[in-house]
């Protein structure tokens, strides 16, 4: 209904009756950290383990390790990295309380942290790890810095901190129960957790002395020689905490590329590596047919200071020990 006021002007009025509900402009809402966080540091430290074996037991992390591993072979001459960074993965201690929002920030950590372990592995180097996350509470920087050693900034600090020899992971997409990572690197070109061995016994022996002689050790494993259906596969020593990333096809020769410690004959790549174990010096070992090597029994290589790779037949394989 209108009505003319004395100006002359025509004024609308409202008519009785309902208001209809209209929506308060939504304010912004930011993206700092959790204002009352729950968790302690112990609560952090305990969900991110479970969580990091899951990842490293899944599919996904083998099939990315097999993609780490082509793309930074001696033969692809990797651009070196020094740094990596891992942009925004999640808060430990979401505001909301999200288990979802949680358990994907853990996820993601875990898989910058398999990374760049296999990275300082196969490149024989040491990676500088910095991680940047708005939504960080004091406790979740605490638990990067302390547990993980890893250097937490602000944002955007992070963003100019890339140059040609740094790594950056910032996707990672979560559907049900499966990993799917989508790395991105510059400067390289650039998942369950049984292992293919057919052994979970150790050597019979113990050797403790890395000069070199041989002793042969019993395995109750079969003599098949370990084939490239095992390859980029982890296996976890039995008894113990040590972990190798299994490789075939390549081999670190004592020629500049790593250090020989001794050798020892063993009927499997697994007892090759459960032997390897044994040794505190042992970082990496070798196993397979070699020319004049006509077993199995094989040559099991102890090796130490791994700086190099090269080309070897499909059926030879390598045991990395992870850090």
Not at 41 to 49: L, P
Request: net charge negative; glycine share 8%.
């Amino acid at each position: 209904m209108t009505s003319v006021n004395d100006e002359g002007w025509n004024q609308v009025r409202r008519k009785n009756g309902r208001k209809r509900n209209r929506a308060e402009p939504r304010q912004p809402t930011g993206i700092g950290p959790n204002p009352s966080p729950e968790l302690s540091i112990d609560d952090i430290r305990e969900y991110h383990n479970g969580i990091a074996r899951d990842w490293l037991a899944s599919d996904s992390w083998q099939a990315l390790l097999g993609i780490l591993m082509t793309a930074t072979s001696p033969q692809r001459r990797p651009l070196p990295i020094c740094k990596a960074i891992c942009l925004g993965p999640g808060p430990f201690d979401p505001a909301n309380g999200s288990t979802a929002i949680r358990r994907t920030a853990h996820i993601q950590t875990a898989a910058f942290v398999s990374i760049v372990s296999a990275l300082e592995t196969q490149l024989g180097q040491k990676i500088r790890c910095i991680i940047q996350e708005p939504g960080f509470t004091d406790v979740d920087k605490q638990f990067c810095q302390d547990d993980l050693g890893f250097l937490v900034v602000d944002t955007p600090e992070a963003f100019s901190m890339v140059d040609e020899n740094t790594l950056i992971k910032w996707i990672i997409i979560v559907l049900a129960s499966l990993f799917i990572i989508v790395p991105i690197a510059i400067g390289t070109g650039l998942a369950d957790g049984s292992t293919n061995s057919t052994t979970t016994s150790h050597p019979t022996s113990s050797p403790t002395s890395s000069s070199s002689t041989s002793s042969s050790v019993t395995s109750s494993a079969s003599p098949t020689p370990t084939h490239v259906a095992s390859n980029n596969t982890l296996y976890y020593v039995p008894g113990s905490t040590k972990t190798f990333l299994q490789v075939c096809g390549i081999d670190y020769s004592g020629n500049g590329e790593a250090t020989d410690l001794t050798y020892v004959y063993t009927g499997s790549m697994a007892d090759c590596m459960n032997t390897c174990a044994t040794y505190d010096k042992c970082t990496g070992c070798g196993w397979g047919p070699l020319p004049g090597d006509l077993g199995p029994p094989h040559r099991c290589w102890l090796k130490k200071d791994l700086r190099g790779a090269h080309e070897a037949r499909d059926d030879y394989c390598f045991g990395i020990l992870q850090m």
